[in-house]
């Protein structure tokens, strides 16, 4: 199981990527301090935290694309996507992932998950107009809301094949979808029930429940020693 030896998992996650810990905790800081993670003044800090979470190579050549937003790279293209998410899950930007009514909301994470993740000349991923941005797209959502989007990349998704039987692949490109997104959210709340939330959030109190539960996927999928 993914919430198999937690806090060890935790405590391993935390010795390796002090690097990923330290601005992400800087982004939720200033997300609380900016109270509205929409606004124009959130956008740099989901950048710097994309950049640190290893999407650097997908967001263009240099800070000026992936920083200013008159450049029309990276930067423009993130503020017409983040406006264009805005409707479909402005109402859940104080919900916790425990709490959240996944199949309520299916809808509207999944038409989010798509416009972020979107391939063609207004895609997110600056390699090519045919390039999806799937696991950036899951960043993004989760550095707007930390305590409801779960992060899912290619350690997360081995971690949800094994424990979940979620259908993704074994290869590099292991089958993102928005519908994949959708039932990992909700593999990841029956987990944090079953564990018992209480408990779940004792882990790492100061951190948002759905990055304690992204630091566990990291763990399970990328090695063995705790699982």
Same mark, same amino acid.
């Given at each position: 199981?993914?919430?198999?030896?937690?806090?060890?998992?935790?405590?391993?996650?935390?010795?390796?990527?002090?690097?990923?810990?330290?601005? *992400?905790?800087?982004?939720?800081?200033?997300?609380?301090?900016?109270?509205?993670?929409?606004?124009?003044?959130?956008?740099?800090?989901?950048?710097?935290?994309?950049? =640190?979470?290893?999407? =650097?190579?997908?967001?263009?050549?240099?800070?000026?694309?992936?920083?200013?937003?008159? *450049?029309?790279?990276? *930067?423009?293209?993130?503020?017409?996507?983040?406006?264009?998410?805005?409707?479909?899950?402005?109402? +859940?930007?104080?919900?916790?992932?425990?709490?959240?009514?996944?199949?309520?909301?299916?809808?509207?994470?999944?038409?989010?998950?798509? /416009?972020?993740?979107?391939?063609?000349?207004?895609?997110?991923?600056?390699?090519?107009?045919?390039?999806?941005?799937?696991?950036?797209?899951?960043?993004? +959502?989760?550095?707007?809301?930390?305590?409801?989007?779960?992060?899912?990349?290619?350690?997360?998704?081995?971690?949800?094949?094994? *424990?979940?039987?979620?259908?993704?692949?074994?290869?590099?490109?292991?089958?993102?979808?928005?519908?994949?997104?959708?039932?990992?959210?909700?593999?990841?709340?029956?987990?944090?029930?079953?564990?018992?939330?209480?408990?779940?959030?004792?882990?790492?109190?100061?951190?948002? /429940?759905?990055?304690?539960?992204?630091?566990?996927?990291?763990?399970?999928?990328?090695?063995?020693?705790?699982?």
């Amino acid at each position: 199981m993914i919430t198999t030896n937690a806090h060890e998992k935790v405590r391993y996650f935390n010795k390796l990527g002090l690097h990923y810990n330290l601005v *992400a905790d800087a982004v939720y800081k200033t997300r609380e301090l900016l109270g509205d993670p929409f606004s124009l003044e959130y956008m740099p800090y989901i950048t710097a935290g994309l950049v =640190s979470f290893d999407m =650097s190579r997908m967001m263009g050549i240099d800070a000026k694309s992936r920083y200013d937003r008159e *450049a029309g790279g990276f *930067a423009t293209l993130l503020e017409k996507k983040i406006e264009a998410i805005k409707p479909y899950i402005s109402h +859940l930007v104080n919900s916790r992932l425990d709490k959240l009514d996944i199949q309520a909301e299916k809808e509207n994470i999944k038409t989010a998950y798509i /416009i972020l993740s979107s391939a063609g000349k207004d895609g997110l991923n600056q390699r090519g107009d045919n390039i999806h941005f799937h696991v950036g797209a899951t960043k993004i +959502l989760h550095f707007i809301n930390p305590y409801a989007f779960i992060i899912i990349d290619s350690n997360a998704s081995r971690a949800f094949k094994k *424990a979940h039987n979620v259908g993704f692949l074994n290869t590099t490109q292991p089958g993102y979808t928005g519908d994949r997104y959708v039932e990992c959210m909700e593999c990841a709340k029956r987990d944090i029930l079953d564990y018992g939330v209480d408990d779940f959030i004792a882990i790492e109190k100061e951190t948002p /429940i759905a990055r304690i539960y992204d630091k566990l996927t990291f763990v399970t999928g990328s090695q063995n020693r705790f699982n």
